[in-house]
């Protein structure tokens, strides 16, 4: 998108923001092991990143490598909820189902 905007293809356009797509993409709810997000989740990862950077930046009293830092803090928790949730998941999909037939009572 920022090619086309840009009408040309230069290749370190990008540099520095591969933390904060992937950054809003886990804190909109994709799990970094695959199978489960939504776009609507990942544009509201946008807008949480988006109100982090105007926040910071319109605040004036911070310098602007507050955002970075806040950015991967919310990462790391997010990436632990994700974790300790699959985890939990797992441990209860594993859990042996004891089956009560109702019949011979």
Request: hydrophobic share 50%; proline share 1%; aromatic share 10%.
């Amino acid at each position: 998108v920022f090619s086309i905007y840009t009408q040309a293809g230069y290749a370190l356009a990008g540099v520095g923001v591969e933390l904060d797509a992937i950054a809003s993409v886990v804190i909109g709810g994709t799990l970094l092991s695959g199978g489960v997000g939504t776009v609507l989740g990942t544009l509201f990862g946008v807008a949480i990143q988006g109100l982090i950077q105007t926040y910071i930046n319109f605040d004036g009293t911070l310098s602007s490598w507050w955002t970075k830092i806040a950015i991967g803090i919310l990462l790391f928790i997010f990436i632990a909820l994700q974790r300790g949730l699959t985890v939990l998941w797992e441990n209860r999909q594993s859990s042996p189902v004891t089956r009560v037939n109702i019949a011979q009572r």
